[in-house]
């Protein structure tokens, strides 16, 4: 056996050359990010709340330039997608699953972030899932105050 023919190891130092120069670029593009982000008030100030790191207070601020277009933050937690369709009736209401309209890769980010918040707690919630994204709603709601208001977040005592 010789070893690797010799198209086979051109072709990967090709790839590896082009991986090398993705990785080069990319972190070019998380350097401007990061200078942007700490010139932004408003993600510093998203940074704040709980759940929401550097890059989903990027992503947040990138995508909403003005939080006051929404009337509340139910308003923006609907229109990402993280509040429960409505299947009402006969003056009974139903609340179903997510809607999941809007940026799915923001609902994804505030999903991921309110996981990590709540794997810190001490509860154990017997549907995780559904806390989870109830969390989530209430971190867009948070994060749409901030943004809309121009505060900085204050947590609030738990009991």
């Given at each position: 056996?010789?070893?690797?023919?010799?198209?086979?190891?051109?072709?990967?130092?090709?790839?590896?050359?082009?991986?090398?120069?993705?990785?080069?670029?990319?972190?070019?593009?998380?350097?401007?990010?990061?200078?942007?982000?700490?010139?932004?008030?408003?993600?510093?100030?998203?940074?704040?709340?709980?759940?929401?790191?550097?890059?989903?207070a990027?992503a947040?601020?990138?995508?909403?330039?003005?939080?006051?277009?929404?009337?509340?933050?139910?308003?923006f937690?609907?229109?990402?997608?993280?509040?429960?369709?409505?299947?009402?009736?006969?003056g009974?209401?139903?609340?179903?699953?997510?809607?999941?309209?809007?940026?799915?890769?923001?609902?994804?980010?505030?999903?991921?972030?309110?996981?990590?918040?709540?794997?810190?707690?001490?509860?154990?919630?017997?549907?995780v899932?559904?806390?989870?994204?109830?969390?989530?709603?209430?971190?867009?709601?948070?994060?749409?105050?901030?943004?809309?208001?121009?505060?900085?977040?204050?947590?609030?005592?738990?009991?």
């Open positions: 056996m010789t070893g690797c023919p010799e198209l086979a190891r051109q072709t990967l130092l090709l790839i590896a050359d082009l991986i090398s120069g993705l990785s080069q670029q990319i972190r070019k593009i998380e350097i401007e990010l990061m200078k942007w982000h700490r010139a932004d008030a408003v993600c510093q100030r998203l940074e704040t709340i709980p759940g929401i790191g550097f890059i989903t990027t947040l601020a990138a995508t909403v330039n003005n939080a006051r277009a929404f009337r509340s933050g139910r308003q937690s609907a229109w990402l997608g993280l509040v429960p369709k409505q299947h009402s009736s006969g009974k209401e139903r609340l179903g699953a997510i809607s999941k309209t809007g940026d799915l890769y923001l609902r994804h980010l505030l999903v991921v972030g309110a996981t990590a918040v709540l794997r810190y707690t001490k509860r154990k919630a017997t549907k899932r559904l806390v989870t994204v109830a969390l989530a709603n209430k971190i867009v709601r948070i994060a749409w105050a901030v943004m809309a208001r121009g505060e900085t977040y204050r947590a609030t005592a738990t009991a």
